[in-house]
């Protein structure tokens, strides 16, 4: 056994313990992440149910814009986490700091699209006048200040590469926090503040990830000795950052999807009505109690599958990925039973109108069925990631919304009855863990043969 296995507990301390201590903060951020999330819209449908329509048809945007700093900081995790495996550490502290450079690359693009196209973001998805409004005050604002977002997902996961998670826990929770503090301020002019409206609720954000940011690299130079981050003759490499999109795109190519499914269900929906465009974003925010604590142990998930891969250690790399998939399905067969049994006060938390209980009521319980599924599908598709075949999550991810979800929505919409459009949902699901155990299959026989030899 290396010194470095010897030294980095991800080769060491016994899996279920490690997944549990990597995982769990991460876990507990997310559910402070997923609770700043449902405040905010909590706020923002006090303002009037349109303004909360805008929020839910931004979300597309930001979805990519988070999708684009995941796919940097998973391609740069993956391969730091495996340079550390080898024993490689200068390597990987030329990945980090290759990953912090197409970060910055990246806001340039977002900062261009909320200064000239966010109004048009909405008009093409068939927002009405009101509706542009808000969402152009809140998306402009939420892109030309991206740069807390995207930094501080990147400097996060260089933190969960070697293991520290607790610190990512402590940055995002505050900014969370301070989301949550600010936006009630923000929005309705509290204790002498202005009174924003929704552009609060824009405000209240990227203060908060501004802050998280800012706490991130700070984590990063006083407690990561692991990693030495230095841009002193600094010279981009080709090859690395090749490599790190190589594994980073097919994420941010998934989120894209996901932004692409939303803006298609989105103009779907309001054929019928902007309240079901209200009750998917709600929605989406409800499920986000669910997801996000699994995107929580994915973070802790992939390093350990990416290290001991780079250290040959396939019993290690199999136990870590049985112990995330029951610990997912756990979780989502308990939310599913929960949004059965409490649908109506879950959508009574957002102001929700009568005609939206309605409509609302049927959605929830039927888009939950899905939960049973998504939980294997999630952990398959960041096991992809983390063993460099992340073309098969984003192959998975195309055909579960692309070739499913939105044409079964669409074709179900042109009976007339929205009820039968959330059957999209367990249908796309169903079709896409089939797809991801047949390519867990593949991935198995095809990285773990190499490694015997």
Not at 147 to 159: K, T, V, Y
Not at 353 to 381: E, K, N, Q, Y
Request: aromatic share 12%; net charge positive; proline share 3%.
């Amino acid at each position: 056994m290396s010194n470095t296995m010897k030294e980095n507990k991800m080769g060491t301390m016994p899996v279920n313990k490690l997944l549990i201590n990597m995982a769990l903060p991460m876990m507990i951020s997310m559910l402070v992440q997923a609770l700043y999330n449902i405040v905010d819209s909590i706020f923002v449908a006090r303002i009037s149910e349109e303004a909360l329509t805008a929020v839910s048809m931004a979300f597309p945007m930001q979805n990519l814009m988070i999708g684009v700093a995941g796919g940097v900081g998973v391609g740069t995790n993956a391969l730091l986490s495996r340079a550390l495996g080898e024993g490689r550490h200068e390597e990987a502290d030329k990945m980090a700091v290759h990953g912090i450079f197409i970060t910055a690359c990246s806001y340039i693009i977002f900062l261009a699209i909320g200064l000239f196209f966010a109004r048009e973001f909405f008009v093409i998805q068939g927002a009405n006048e009101v509706i542009a409004d808000y969402g152009y005050d809140y998306l402009s604002v939420i892109l030309i200040v991206s740069f807390g977002c995207l930094f501080q997902m990147i400097f996060e996961r260089l933190l969960q590469a070697t293991g520290r998670t607790f610190y990512s826990m402590i940055t995002q929770g505050t900014g969370a926090i301070i989301n949550i503090i600010l936006d009630p301020i923000l929005i309705f002019g509290l204790f002498g503040a202005p009174k924003l409206g929704i552009v609060g609720a824009a405000v209240a954000t990227v203060a908060g990830q501004i802050v998280a940011a800012v706490m991130a690299v700070i984590f990063n130079i006083k407690v990561n000795k692991e990693i030495h981050i230095t841009f002193k003759g600094f010279r981009p490499s080709g090859k690395r950052i090749c490599n790190i999109l190589f594994i980073g795109i097919p994420s941010v190519i998934m989120m894209a999807i996901g932004s692409a499914m939303t803006f298609c269900m989105n103009k779907i929906l309001v054929v019928f009505t902007s309240t079901a465009v209200a009750v998917f974003g709600v929605y989406f925010k409800l499920q986000s109690f669910a997801f996000m604590p699994i995107f929580g142990m994915n973070s802790g998930m992939v390093p350990i599958i990416a290290f001991n891969y780079g250290a040959k250690r396939e019993d290690r790399v199999i136990q870590t990925l049985k112990l995330a998939v029951m610990y997912a399905e756990i979780i989502m067969i308990l939310f599913m039973i929960a949004v059965q049994i409490f649908p109506v006060p879950m959508l009574s938390i957002f102001s929700a109108s009568s005609d939206m209980i309605r409509m609302g009521v049927p959605a929830l319980r039927t888009i939950s069925i899905s939960f049973i599924f998504a939980g294997i599908c999630i952990i398959c598709s960041s096991f992809f990631q983390a063993l460099g075949s992340s073309i098969y999550s984003m192959f998975v991810s195309f055909v579960r919304q692309i070739i499913f979800l939105v044409p079964c929505a669409y074709i179900f919409s042109r009976t007339g009855n929205v009820n039968l459009v959330w059957w999209a949902w367990p249908i796309a699901e169903l079709a896409s863990v089939a797809l991801s155990v047949f390519f867990f299959v593949r991935v198995k026989k095809k990285k773990f043969g190499f490694m015997e030899q």
